[in-house]
């Protein structure tokens, strides 16, 4: 093992594996804290007391459901415009990437307050496409800055090869664009997802109370203090992106090139 492998090992073991750790035998004992020598106490409660809330699975089921509807179409927007603002040149060009990163700017609250009234008029508010519609307001301007890297990255003249032999833009984006995007598309699957789920307050305003995601069943368990309550539900949180991330990571298996045991059978 290098000596670089193995710093990388034990980095992410202090960073990421520890932290994790401490988090599950938080949520499975009672509150402790070990840098003041208390036991560990092993117990369940919970994750009773989270599976006991009514709100929990429909908040659940509803929290997938924004994450998948925003993933989507952060990544259908992200890939159209990345590439448009990576290879083309047009007036205005500047100004056009100056917009797409306004959101970022400008607080989400103050743009969720102005569409409120908005989708009301057009029957959105209080809807699942509506709460999908202004979450892409705080993911799309990253989106469409990591494609447009992504596309920069491959250059012109390895976008124009296959075009030159004959492919279709359909069939080179699934054959060329796509298997060369696989890290973008997992950054994009992430940085989207988090940032989705995090939505408290304009999923409160545009879903008006219908639309229940799990940040919402999550801020009543603050007034408690419990840690173990907190780890619990912090565990229950983050399955979800490990959930959407794997589903992402199966369809990528799908594409060409891809590494996998029964397609490099002979």
């Known amino acids: ?13 202090l960073f990421f594996l520890l932290p994790v750790l401490l988090l599950v035998l938080q949520s499975v004992s009672e509150t402790w804290r070990f840098q003041a020598g208390q036991g560990f106490t092993f117990q369940l409660d919970s994750f009773e007391v989270l599976t006991s809330d009514p709100n929990l699975w429909s908040a659940t089921g509803w929290s997938i459901a924004i994450g998948a509807g925003v993933l989507v179409t952060n990544l259908l927007i992200g890939i159209l415009t990345g590439k448009a603002l990576a290879t083309m040149d047009f007036k205005g060009k500047s100004f056009v990437e100056a917009m797409m990163l306004s959101p970022i700017l400008i607080p989400v609250l103050a743009i969720a307050m102005g569409l409120h009234l908005f989708m009301i008029r057009i029957g959105l508010a209080d809807t699942l496409a509506g709460v999908i519609l202004i979450h892409l307001v705080p993911t799309v301007p990253y989106s469409v800055k990591i494609f447009q890297n992504a596309y920069r990255q491959m250059g012109s003249d390895l976008l124009e090869q296959p075009l030159i032999l004959g492919a279709t833009p359909v069939h080179q984006l699934f054959t060329v664009e796509l298997p060369l995007m696989k890290p973008a598309i997992r950054s994009v699957t992430f940085l989207t997802i988090v940032i989705s789920l995090s939505q408290y307050a304009i999923t409160a305003i545009i879903g008006g109370g219908t639309v229940i995601t799990l940040p919402m069943v999550f801020f009543p368990f603050l007034d408690t203090a419990n840690a173990s309550i907190m780890a619990a539900f912090s565990i229950w949180f983050a399955m979800i992106p490990l959930l959407l991330y794997v589903i992402m990571e199966a369809i990528l298996l799908l594409l ?3 590494n996998i045991p029964w397609r490099n059978r002979t």
């Open 1 to 13: 093992m290098s000596r670089n492998r193995l710093l990388f090992i034990i980095t992410s073991a």
């Open 256 to 258: 060409p090139y891809t």
